[in-house]
């Protein structure tokens, strides 16, 4: 086999390796849904828990470039701080070792009656989950052809007098496997597929555990590359995230270089005659061993990224807080998010409803500033949701989460809308204020009592699209039925007022205004409740 053929056989093997691990992960990920989802929001600042849930969480979507990412994404929407991610980082360099685990099993020549079976799945399966099932079952099979191709394309290298040479240049020089390592993880983006063509390559007899070590070492150091590249424009404490993930890399590999020879006699000794799942037992040793060493110094990496990245980030009240582009990496996370930055727009909205009507009633300039203030956040959400969403729509959901991002779409634009009379109502405040109108207790009294029910209104709304509370959501009618019938009551007994000569035309058309405002929020938070019971029916 001449050069250009190993060449292209082996880009053709790892490409159907990573291909495979991604199927393998996304199936795993699908299927494991709204518990990874779970997983992830109950972290606490447990350090080992932590630890345990970056491992699981890794060994689930099989990539820890994509967990450290995920959670660069969460610390910068400031859902996670420095301590949680530690763990978690920590632990994704644990669970990271579960493919190479996977890989070491001798498995080559049964791996076309996996890809026959997850294939046959996939296409004859009516269930979303059962062909989850079937994209695992595939996509194992198809990472085990792409090895099987890699180790065929390599067993030349073995008995080329050029490769020995060159190995035996190498020696024990353990810096060059170290740069080789992390210069191929930096460029595939990813430890696994490293350390598959290191497997691949040790298994034709080309290279020992002891030369492997420290390209293994070289690939943990090069998996940082990912989220570096990711926390770019991100807040101060996402950079500091990711500047731990390299550090304690960094760390590891410093500590355990004058053990190389150690490390290798030990896994030598676990299975012997068996390189494949050495180099596995080797990466995974690493990392757990790297874990006990740095966990306990947890305090000592976040005061070492505090004096490299000084500072503390300022709050930007006008952007999204918990939607993050990272996150799309795993789409029931970001969808997850999406509703919580939903429900945060809402409230803001709801919240504005209450300050307009304080404003209107006791005519504070200072409260329609802040209703202004709050409208502005409104916007910017609206317009950062909906582009999220777009981009959450063009990524391979499950069914209810495909659900979930068309109610919102059509939900943030009610909320923008509810948002929008708030302000109204503000203005017409600035109005009340500056003109100097006067209203009876009669008035005054139907405007709050009809404000009373526009606001529960809006509260089931929210509440029932938090909770996907379709029961809730159904209490609505009766609500917005009494919105309906008192904004028409009300606009009789004002134009009796009117022609009693109680009010003038003016702050006659000024009342009309504000139970017309009432009305339309009150027929938005409608459509909001609606949308739960459509999506969830």
């Given amino acids: 086999m001449s050069s250009v053929e190993i060449i292209i056989s ?94 070491a099993f001798k498995l080559d020549a049964i791996a076309p009656v996996f890809v026959g079976i997850g294939t046959a799945v996939v296409m004859f399966a009516k269930g979303k989950k059962r062909r989850e099932i079937g994209n695992i079952i595939l996509g194992f099979g198809i990472l085990f052809m792409g090895m099987g191709i890699m180790s065929s394309a390599l067993k ?33 983006q990813s430890s696994s597929a490293t350390t598959g063509i290191l497997i691949a390559l040790a298994t034709t007899g080309a290279i020992d555990i002891k030369l492997a070590i420290p390209v293994l070492f070289g690939c943990n150091i090069g998996t940082c590359v990912t989220a570096l590249l990711a926390c770019i424009g991100t807040s101060k404490t996402a950079r500091k995230a990711a500047l731990i993930h390299l550090i304690f890399n960094t760390f590891g590999t410093l500590i355990f270089i004058p053990f190389i020879t150690i490390l290798g006699d030990v896994v030598s000794g676990l299975t012997p005659g068996d390189i494949k799942r050495q180099i596995a037992n080797a990466h995974t040793i690493f990392n757990v061993i790297n874990t006990l060493i740095m966990l ?40 997850g998010q999406v509703a919580k930055e939903t429900l945060r727009m809402a409230n803001k909205a709801r919240k504005n409803l209450e300050i307009s009507m304080d404003a209107l009633l006791k005519g504070d300039e200072k409260l329609i500033s802040k209703v202004m203030e709050n409208e502005h956040i409104i916007n910017v959400l609206e317009e950062a949701i909906t582009s999220y969403l777009v981009k959450l729509s063009k990524i391979e959901l499950s069914d209810k989460e495909k659900n979930l991002v ?113 009305e339309r929020i009150g027929d938005h938070a409608t459509n909001i409740a609606e949308s739960v019971i459509e999506s969830n029916s």
């Fill in 10 to 103: 082996v880009i053709g093997g790892l490409g159907l390796f990573i291909y495979g691990m991604k199927l393998m992960g996304d199936g795993l990920e699908n299927a494991a849904g709204e518990g990874l989802k779970s997983i992830l929001e109950k972290v606490t600042s447990n350090k080992i828990v932590a630890v345990l849930v970056g491992a699981a969480v890794t060994a689930v979507i099989q990539s820890s470039s994509a967990t450290t990412v995920m959670v660069v994404g969460f610390v910068n929407a400031g859902l996670m701080n420095l301590i949680q991610a530690t763990g978690i980082i920590m632990g994704a360099n644990i669970g990271t070792t579960i493919t190479a685990q996977l890989v």
């Fill in 156 to 188: 030349p290298l073995s008995d080329s007098p050029a490769f020995g040479q060159l190995i035996l240049a190498i020696g024990h020089r353990w810096y060059i496997g170290i740069l080789a390592g992390l210069i191929m993880t930096g460029i595939v």
């Fill in 296 to 335: 306990p110094l947890t305090g000592l990496l976040i005061s070492i990224v505090n004096k490299i990245i000084p500072g503390e980030d300022e709050i930007e009240k006008a952007a999204p807080k918990y939607i993050d582009d990272r996150l799309l990496e795993t789409p029931v996370i970001a969808a």
């Fill in 406 to 518: 068309a109610a919102t779409f059509h939900v943030i634009n009610d909320i923008e809308r509810i948002g929008d009379h708030a302000e109204n109502i503000a203005d017409l405040a600035s109005q009340k204020i500056h003109k100097n109108l006067k209203y009876t207790d009669e008035a005054i009294e139907e405007l709050q009592n009809i404000y009373n029910y526009t606001l529960l209104a809006l509260e089931i709304a929210i509440e029932s699209y938090a909770n996907r509370d379709v029961e809730k959501a159904s209490t609505i009618m009766e609500y917005e039925s009494k919105i309906d019938s008192y904004e028409k009551e009300y606009r009789d007994n004002h134009i009796k007022r009117l022609n009693k000569g109680q009010c003038n035309a003016y702050s006659s058309a000024f009342f009309l205004e504000v139970l017309s405002n009432f």
